[in-house]
């Protein structure tokens, strides 16, 4: 399933399997709405049932294929190895959950995979992962899979932040994305040469944005997360289109920071231990080379349940 720029995706096909025309499609419907309501009393349900306890949640994955730039939180190529994922709306959280990471455990294995989009049909409990990071957990021919998911608080980083300025900013509006955070993001603020800081606001697409802008810059952004990680950024120029690194982590002793609760520690001691174990058993990641409309409904067709999300 491709997304847009807008987080609108196509719509799933109601009968993947059978290839029935639109013509047929009521009477079939009417048919399955006959045959559901008698089968209720004896069958499973067809899909995983969503539940969630003490942050871990279960439900289903499904696999998709992202153009590079086009998911939904704006970020850049691939994220994290093309190991990524898409959240249904309200684990989306109008972009608060951009950036953070979730481990996906299901029938052969975990994975970590970064959220980089949105999936509008998904349910809440259905992840959509990308390609590289199903075929951590399940063969691809799979399709859909029952998983179980948790967030992973302060994951490992794999560099220092970056900032990159939304083209067509000018110094009466500003949008900042900023990429490397590890944990979501929780408030932007932004000083310029004048000083005193202005908080941005989340869009949906990932951007924090200042709707009257923030002059000519330089600036400097200050980042907070939920865990009360705290860093610094000085010299963001206004360079629309560019993304720029800096030498600040958003945690760790180089980051100006705060130190993480000793409960965040102890969490995240037990979660580096888990994803020792399951990269010593990851199989490699896959091509990308399908198309994703292709993709998506081999995918569906070789789902051995029709979709919760049809």
Same mark, same amino acid.
């Given at each position: 399933?491709?997304?847009?720029?807008?987080?609108?995706? +196509?719509?799933?096909?109601?009968?993947?399997?059978? %290839?029935?025309?639109?013509?047929?499609?009521?009477?079939?419907?009417?048919?399955?709405?006959?045959?559901? %309501?008698?089968?209720?009393?004896?069958?499973?349900?067809?899909?995983?049932?969503? *539940?969630?306890?003490?942050?871990?949640?279960? !439900?289903?994955?499904?696999?998709?294929?992202?153009?590079?730039?086009?998911?939904?939180?704006?970020?850049? %190529?691939?994220?994290?190895? !093309?190991?990524?994922?898409?959240?249904?709306?309200?684990?989306? $959280?109008?972009?608060?959950?951009?950036?953070?990471?979730?481990?996906?455990?299901?029938? $052969?294995?975990?994975?970590?995979?970064?959220?980089? =989009?949105?999936?509008?049909?998904?349910?809440?409990? /259905?992840? $959509?992962?990308?390609?590289?990071?199903?075929?951590?957990?399940? #063969?691809?021919?799979?399709?859909?899979?029952?998983? *179980?998911?948790?967030?992973?608080? =302060?994951?490992?980083?794999?560099?220092?932040?970056?900032?990159?300025?939304?083209?067509?900013?000018?110094?009466?509006?500003?949008?900042?994305? #900023?990429?490397?955070?590890?944990?979501?993001?929780?408030?932007?603020?932004?000083?310029?040469?004048?000083?005193?800081?202005?908080?941005?606001?989340?869009?949906?697409?990932?951007?924090?944005?200042?709707?009257?802008?923030?002059?000519?810059?330089?600036?400097?952004?200050?980042?907070? $997360?939920?865990?009360? /990680?705290?860093? *610094?950024? #000085?010299?963001?120029?206004?360079?629309?289109?560019?993304?720029?690194?800096?030498?600040?982590?958003?945690?760790?002793?180089?980051?100006?920071?705060?130190?993480?609760?000793?409960?965040?520690?102890?969490?995240?001691?037990?979660?580096?231990?888990?994803?020792?174990? *399951?990269?010593?058993?990851?199989?490699?990641?896959?091509?990308?080379?399908?198309? +994703?409309?292709?993709?998506?409904?081999?995918?569906?067709?070789?789902?051995?349940?029709?979709?919760?999300?049809?």
């Amino acid at each position: 399933m491709a997304h847009s720029q807008h987080g609108i995706r +196509p719509a799933r096909r109601r009968f993947p399997r059978w %290839g029935i025309g639109a013509a047929a499609a009521a009477g079939v419907a009417a048919v399955v709405a006959i045959a559901v %309501g008698i089968s209720q009393a004896t069958a499973s349900p067809a899909c995983a049932s969503v *539940t969630s306890s003490a942050g871990q949640t279960s !439900g289903e994955a499904t696999h998709y294929v992202l153009t590079p730039g086009d998911g939904n939180c704006s970020y850049p %190529g691939l994220p994290n190895g !093309g190991l990524f994922v898409a959240l249904s709306p309200g684990e989306y $959280d109008g972009s608060a959950a951009c950036g953070s990471f979730i481990e996906v455990t299901g029938p $052969d294995g975990s994975v970590t995979a970064e959220v980089v =989009d949105q999936c509008p049909p998904c349910q809440a409990g /259905h992840v $959509d992962l990308s390609e590289a990071a199903f075929e951590r957990i399940a #063969p691809l021919a799979a399709g859909e899979v029952p998983v *179980t998911y948790h967030t992973i608080v =302060d994951p490992p980083l794999a560099s220092a932040l970056s900032v990159l300025v939304k083209t067509g900013s000018n110094p009466y509006y500003l949008a900042l994305l #900023p990429i490397g955070a590890g944990n979501p993001v929780a408030s932007v603020q932004v000083s310029g040469p004048g000083g005193g800081w202005q908080s941005l606001t989340r869009t949906s697409y990932g951007y924090w944005l200042a709707s009257g802008g923030a002059g000519a810059g330089p600036f400097t952004v200050r980042l907070t $997360d939920p865990e009360g /990680h705290q860093a *610094t950024l #000085p010299g963001i120029t206004l360079s629309p289109g560019v993304l720029q690194p800096t030498s600040v982590p958003m945690y760790g002793t180089a980051a100006a920071m705060a130190p993480a609760s000793p409960a965040a520690k102890a969490k995240t001691k037990h979660q580096h231990r888990r994803r020792a174990r *399951t990269r010593r058993t990851a199989s490699p990641a896959p091509s990308h080379a399908t198309p +994703p409309r292709q993709n998506a409904s081999a995918a569906l067709a070789a789902s051995p349940t029709p979709s919760c999300t049809s």
